[in-house]
């Protein structure tokens, strides 16, 4: 964010809808596994909980900056 006091310009406003997205679907994300242990889906309840799991792992493990500070490559030598 390169903006002056009190000023905000295109990418500052960028960076404040991807967290405000990051925020919702956290929101979104806190609702859904504080109620997969009330989820009754009769039979298939055994099968489908692991599903919504992994799915939401994944969607979680997604929204997250995953980049690494990995050093540039070392040259070639040529």
């Given at each position: 964010m390169g903006s002056k006091s009190f000023a905000l310009d295109v990418s500052d406003i960028v960076v404040l809808f991807k967290n405000?997205?990051?925020?919702?679907v956290a929101a979104f994300l806190t609702a859904i596994v504080n109620n997969i242990g009330q989820l009754d889906l009769g039979g298939y309840t055994p099968l489908v909980v692991p599903m919504v799991t992994v799915i939401l792992?994944?969607?979680?493990?997604?929204?997250?900056?995953?980049?690494?500070?990995?050093?540039?490559?070392?040259?070639?030598?040529?």
């Open positions: 405000a997205l990051l925020v919702a792992d994944t969607i979680i493990k997604w929204t997250k900056d995953n980049t690494k500070n990995s050093p540039d490559p070392a040259p070639d030598g040529e």
